[in-house]
């Protein structure tokens, strides 16, 4: 029979050695005692409870659920030891904030039953989850496909661009010479675009360290010079906020790629006068960033009072040459999504009209 661990301090001890390694998940874990009460927490679990292990352990579980009864069905379903069973989905209590429902798996510490292992997983997370693996999936095909496309313009495009130019020479008449230079500023137009396409993967990465403000206010500083009067740009900074490693330039591109977007797209209420995008910064904790657990993370988020993003599009918002404007190329957010990638971190977005939000997560640890 398996030694049973006495987990009801396990802040020291041997108990608090064994359960130790739980603080590295991101799944959140709770141990219920036979007295129904919570013997232990992970850290995760204090994030997604909203509360200290402290104020956790020795209360009584069954407050924790909106339903008093699920307490008991997953002790019924532990001590059927079904490992093929589905999780329960149930909503959980929070003191400060509003209920979160998660799927639980409830199974038995030891072989007497007496004590309830819950491993707890957010269903937004595991969306999230699903979403970032589905981004990175799509962003290494769009990077073939576009380094695969630019290769293949770029080599027919010089012979155009020359054989215009030779032209030119020939041509006795300055209106048939308008004409080649027509050819050549398209060329040179598509070469720019080639030269953007082929951005991400050309220069090498720098990696040093940055600070998440000195991005924000050089981003801030461009676009208001781009948009001097009708747009507000305001900071909502968090002031603790601990530097991070990566390539600062890249991560300047990328963030000023998104908040020129959202410019953009605000060109009817910059018009009247009361355009407004909020950069924020919030210090993220134990959080999932491409299935892997990062125990401190920068969260940065755009926020814009613009007309949303259109909802044919939503689905494709990241890829290239896909865009909601009639004037737009559709490589700023293909390029951010990127960049962002590139530095370990991953963006999504929510967008409805009247406020759009773009949200990055960049590891700090």
């Known amino acids: 029979m398996s030694p049973t661990l006495n987990v009801a301090r396990p802040q020291g001890g041997s108990a608090g050695a064994a359960l130790g390694g739980l603080d590295l998940l991101a799944t959140g874990v709770l141990v219920i005692g036979p007295d129904d009460c919570v013997a232990y927490a992970n850290q995760a679990a204090e994030v997604l409870l909203d509360a200290s292990r402290r104020h956790l352990i020795g209360h009584p579980a069954q407050r924790l659920f909106s339903d008093g009864h699920q307490l008991e069905r997953l002790w019924q379903s532990a001590a059927a030891g079904d490992l093929a069973q589905l999780p329960h989905v149930v909503e959980l209590r929070r003191p400060l904030r509003e209920p979160v429902v998660v799927q639980v798996m409830a199974s038995a510490l030891d072989d007497d039953g007496r004590q309830l292992l819950l491993e707890m997983t957010e269903i937004e997370q595991q969306l999230r989850v699903s979403r970032e693996d589905r981004q990175v999936g799509l962003s290494e095909a769009n990077r073939q496909l576009l380094r695969n496309l630019a290769h293949e313009i770029r080599n027919p495009l010089g012979g155009i661009r020359g054989a215009a130019q030779l032209l030119e020479r020939e041509l006795p008449l300055g209106e048939q010479r308008e004409y080649t230079r027509v050819i050549i500023a398209e060329a040179d137009r598509l070469q720019s675009l080639v030269d953007r396409l082929l951005a991400p993967h ?52 990328a963030l000023l790629n998104i908040v020129r977007n959202a410019a953009q797209a605000l060109a009817g209420r910059i018009a009247d006068g009361d355009a407004q995008i909020v950069l924020r910064t919030r210090v993220a904790r134990h959080v999932t960033i491409a299935r892997r657990h990062v125990r401190l993370a920068a969260e940065l988020t755009v926020i814009d009072n613009g007309p949303g993003v259109a909802d044919e599009i939503k689905d494709r918002i990241f890829f290239p040459l896909v865009t909601g404007r009639a004037d737009g190329t559709g490589l700023g957010l293909t390029l951010a999504q990127a960049f962002v990638l590139a530095n370990d971190g991953t963006i999504e977005f929510d967008s409805r009209p009247g406020r759009t939000a773009f949200r990055i997560l960049l590891p700090l640890t």
């Open 202 to 253: 050309r220069a090498p990465r720098v990696v040093a360290e940055y600070s998440v403000h000195e991005l924000c206010e050089r981003v801030r500083a461009v676009i208001l010079a781009e948009f001097p009067r009708g747009l507000e740009i305001q900071r909502d900074y968090d002031a603790s906020m601990p530097s991070g490693r990566g390539d600062k330039e890249q991560l300047i591109q």
